[in-house]
């Protein structure tokens, strides 16, 4: 009986200690908002070259004072690449999309937003407000290459949903789906590594 209990104890432990080493592998970002704070959780084992960028522009307070300046009620919040006057953030090089990562556009996760080039993330994100499949990866074609997925929100969902239910009309240079009321990325800072 002993011997079992032992063993049940060091597989009990055994688990623990894995769970643990696997949750400290995955950095965490606190973005505190206008709007309230939101934590992500960064997927590096899936998506290593997007979540590197992403926390060198965290790093760098590269976001802090940012604006969300689009958003799309049941689709995406997007931010990281404007001022409170508009004005286009400077950048660094862009990034090798990761998207046959296996990882979903489901609601809750960020994603990198790029342009028609599959190669062209920098430093703008977006969180799926629902699960939009359209935007996963499907072939390796200028059409299916789908966005890099590269984390989840862990705490704050409800703050990105206050974001999505934003009034939106034309800002700065947008014509549509710009928050009538700025919503600010006051600061984004690494909570864990």
């Given at each position: 009986m002993?011997?079992?209990v032992?063993f049940?104890?060091?597989?009990?432990?055994?688990?623990f200690?894995?769970?643990?080493?696997?949750a400290?592998?995955?950095?965490?970002?606190?973005?505190?908002?206008t709007?309230?704070?939101?934590?992500?959780?960064?997927?590096?084992?899936k998506?290593?070259k997007?979540v590197?960028?992403?926390?060198q522009?965290?790093?760098?307070?590269?976001?802090?004072?940012t604006?969300?300046?689009?958003?799309?009620?049941?689709?995406?919040v997007q931010?990281?690449?404007?001022?409170?006057?508009?004005?286009?953030?400077?950048t660094?090089?862009?990034?090798?999309i990761?998207?046959?990562?296996?990882?979903s556009?489901e609601?809750?996760?960020?994603?990198?937003?790029?342009?028609?080039?599959?190669?062209?993330a920098?430093?703008q994100?977006?969180?799926?407000?629902?699960?939009?499949?359209?935007?996963?990866h499907?072939s390796?074609?200028e059409?299916?290459?789908?966005?890099?997925?590269?984390?989840?929100v862990v705490?704050?969902?409800?703050?990105?949903?206050?974001?999505a239910?934003?009034?939106?009309?034309?800002?700065?240079?947008?014509?549509?789906?710009?928050?009538?009321?700025?919503?600010?990325?006051?600061?984004?800072?690494?909570?864990?590594?």
């Amino acid at each position: 009986m002993k011997v079992l209990v032992r063993f049940c104890l060091a597989m009990s432990m055994t688990v623990f200690l894995a769970a643990n080493a696997s949750a400290a592998g995955k950095p965490k970002v606190l973005f505190k908002t206008t709007k309230g704070d939101i934590t992500i959780e960064l997927l590096p084992e899936k998506a290593p070259k997007s979540v590197a960028n992403f926390l060198q522009y965290v790093r760098e307070g590269h976001y802090n004072g940012t604006i969300f300046h689009r958003v799309i009620a049941s689709f995406v919040v997007q931010g990281g690449g404007f001022t409170k006057d508009y004005q286009r953030v400077p950048t660094r090089a862009p990034i090798p999309i990761e998207a046959d990562n296996g990882l979903s556009n489901e609601r809750g996760t960020i994603a990198m937003a790029r342009t028609q080039n599959p190669n062209s993330a920098t430093d703008q994100f977006f969180f799926n407000l629902k699960f939009n499949g359209f935007l996963n990866h499907r072939s390796k074609t200028e059409r299916g290459w789908g966005y890099t997925v590269f984390g989840r929100v862990v705490g704050g969902m409800n703050i990105v949903g206050r974001i999505a239910r934003a009034p939106t009309g034309a800002g700065g240079p947008f014509s549509k789906d710009v928050p009538k009321d700025m919503i600010v990325l006051e600061k984004a800072m690494i909570i864990s590594e």
